[in-house]
């Protein structure tokens, strides 16, 4: 079964300047949408190294815990805009470093697939993600499928409000994000 579901998706930033702050949270949830964190990338054309999956992946379980995210959350990785040239292993090691550092803090890893990706189906199906986004672009697809499909188009305007609608596939264990 397949649910139409219109969200509100907040991006944690690198840099604790543009992070998702408490009374945006609360905001937010108290206006009666759906919550769920997505950690987006650099510019166009980053080149993901193990060691940034390792420290992205903390900055993104740090915070989340210091906003008092219960565990269990969902947290997304956003997987875009790589520089082509950078080797499948490294990215497959950024994104298993990332997976690792956001379960060790107890909440359920996620990714979120958009252009420039670097992987193809066979190497996205072999990440440790059980929870796989697709974004709106033309995207490689995972053994597993997807559990959230953002709709096109994009950037739709609901109550003055900037929103993507995103299809959620039912399965035994959804995704979890936050909501009152």
């Avoid at 990215?91 to 107890?106: F, P, Q």
């Avoid at 697809?141 to 003055?160: A, C, F, S």
């Avoid at 409000?161 to 399965?171: C, K, R, V």
Wanted: hydrophobic fraction near 35%.
């Amino acid at each position: 079964m397949i649910d139409t579901v219109r969200d509100f998706i907040l991006y944690l930033k690198l840099c604790n300047r543009t992070d998702l702050s408490i009374s945006e949270a609360t905001g937010i949830l108290e206006s009666g949408l759906g919550l769920m964190i997505v950690q987006r990338v650099k510019n166009p054309g980053w080149i993901p190294t193990p060691s940034l999956g390792t420290e992205y992946g903390q900055n993104a379980a740090n915070h989340v815990s210091n906003l008092g995210f219960p565990e269990g959350i969902t947290v997304f990785l956003d997987l875009e805009g790589i520089d082509l040239n950078t080797p499948s292993s490294d990215i497959i090691a950024y994104c298993t470093n990332w997976y690792n550092e956001v379960e060790n803090k107890g909440f359920s890893p996620g990714i979120y697939i958009a252009y420039d990706s670097g992987l193809d189906s066979s190497q996205l199906s072999n990440l440790p993600f059980k929870y796989y986004w697709k974004s709106g672009s033309n995207v490689p697809v995972p053994d597993t499928g997807w559990d959230l499909i953002q709709q096109l188009p994009l950037d739709i305007i609901v109550n003055g409000l900037q929103i993507d609608e995103n299809l959620t596939q039912s399965t035994d264990t959804p995704v979890r994000w936050l909501h009152l």
